[in-house]
């Protein structure tokens, strides 16, 4: 083997974070197919067949889509507040799980973990900055959107939440959003983009197809859940392509989140415009 010299073949940092993943060959290709699968059987992909079974439940049932409610956050043992919590956040953690698994395949295959698809602390205040300005660009087209989708009479009146007036029903909140925030980013962005590029899937067609996913578990929401996110997931998935890193997206969805819940907990049923 030739030895290497220090000129010609040293990589700074950057060159080897921005450099391509090596794409999959054989075996390997199979195992990592049914590695997606099974991924997203036991996450995402199981709530999107769930949205659209409860999409066509919606669609056949004798009244308009408006006139139905999507509650996004609610209680789940109404007047036992103590016992509510315990079961929010039981939920939640047990929701976040595939985030786990990601990392744990993502380290198994020797492609470092987080750090393969850009979850770490190595850029603290640019990842604040792009996910603070995704989440004010994307969370205001996204709420003009949604009513927009509302008065066509293409998506169900979102409840964002429904819990009870108690001293955890903002922190409940905002880890709910939180929550959100690490899932869908981990899996639908870092995870599967990397994947699919290592199964040498070409860029656009990888990113339609994590954008048409996370469309997918939207779809109990309405149509216009289903575009709303679908076009996120496009934007989200070509930013990642070029960033190679999923943690402003994990900052721009959980600060849109949060405030889309808390917002609404302090404003419905005291403004007029919303729904």
């Known amino acids: 083997m030739a030895r290497r010299t220090e000129t010609s073949t040293r990589s700074s940092p950057d060159a080897v974070r921005d450099a391509p993943p090596p794409e999959l060959t054989g075996p390997e290709r199979k195992l990592a197919r049914w590695e997606i699968v099974a991924v997203f059987a036991v996450s995402l992909g199981a709530s ?7 999409l066509i ?4 049932a004798h009244k308009s889509l408006g006139a139905q409610q999507a509650v996004l956050n609610g209680s789940q043992a109404p007047g036992r507040p103590v016992l509510d919590l315990f079961l929010q956040l039981v939920s939640l953690a047990s929701a976040a799980a595939p985030v786990l698994l990601a990392w744990y395949l993502l380290t198994r295959s020797g492609e470092g973990g987080f750090r393969a698809i850009g979850v770490d602390r190595s850029q603290p205040w640019r990842d604040l900055g792009r996910g603070a300005l995704l989440a004010a660009v994307i969370g205001f087209t996204g709420l003009g959107l949604y009513l927009l989708a509302y008065s066509s009479g293409v998506s169900l009146t979102i409840v964002a939440e429904s819990l009870p007036d108690t001293w955890w029903r903002i922190p409940v909140l905002l880890l709910s959003a939180l929550q959100n925030g690490l899932l869908e980013e981990v899996l639908v962005t870092g995870y599967l983009l990397t994947r699919l590029r290592r199964l040498g899937v070409r ?3 990888a990113v339609l197809i994590s954008a048409v996913l996370r469309g997918s578990y939207h779809l109990y929401q309405g149509f216009g859940g289903f575009l709303g996110n679908a076009a996120m997931g496009v934007i989200f998935g070509i930013l990642f392509l070029r960033w190679k890193r999923t943690t402003p997206m994990i900052i721009a969805h959980t600060l849109i989140d949060a405030v889309a819940f808390v917002g609404y907990a302090l404003l419905a049923g005291h403004v007029s415009w919303l729904p």
Do not use: K, N, Q, R
């Open 57 to 60: 439940g919606s669609l056949t």
């Open 203 to 205: 860029p656009a067609y």
């Open 48 to 54: 999107g067949v769930y949205a659209f079974v409860s």
